[in-house]
């Protein structure tokens, strides 16, 4: 005999994301892409505005840099996928439980990288080894879109848990 209990029990139907959530989350994921794919011509040697003095003593490139920047580009992208099982109806890894605190730390994590990734780009340092305006140029372009994941996530992630705390206090299981 089959006995259902809590922790068996299917997640009750949760109102399905708003339109502005999904766009929202797949606008992460393609915030992404223009630097990973930045760093990925670094790392495959395309010329980016870094000498090749520079790439081999400060990014190793060619060696063990190569895997870090492109290891980085990839977990860059995997965590811009993260909101999308915020918005999804299909797919539920998580209970909203255990997912909703998640988002909110993620989204938490993402403002603290995104302000310290301003100080590193402002400061003197960060900038010191481009070797030309335009290449300082072309990297702001493939950055910037990083700078409006904190408010799309925060956004999307508020999204989420409205929806699913107004579930689980309506009392209805709708």
Known sequence: MY???????????????????????HAIALCAVPSGLWRIAMASGVYVGYSDQVLRDVFDIPGWGIAYVVGLSVLAELAALFPLLLVSDRWRPL????????????????????????????TVE??????????????????????????LMTAVTWSYAKRHRA???SGSGS
């Open 3 to 25: 006995v259902m209990t809590t922790a068996t029990a299917p997640l009750p139907a949760s109102a399905p994301a708003p339109v502005w959530a999904r766009r929202a989350a």
């Open 167 to 169: 579930r689980g206090t």
């Open 126 to 151: 960060s900038r010191t080894y481009m070797s030309s305006g335009t290449a300082e140029t072309v990297w702001g372009f493939t950055f910037a879109p990083l700078l409006a994941i904190p408010v």
């Open 95 to 122: 209970h909203p439980r255990v997912l909703a605190p998640l988002a909110w730390t993620a989204s938490g994590v993402v403002v603290l990288v995104a302000l310290w990734q301003l100080v590193v780009a402002f």
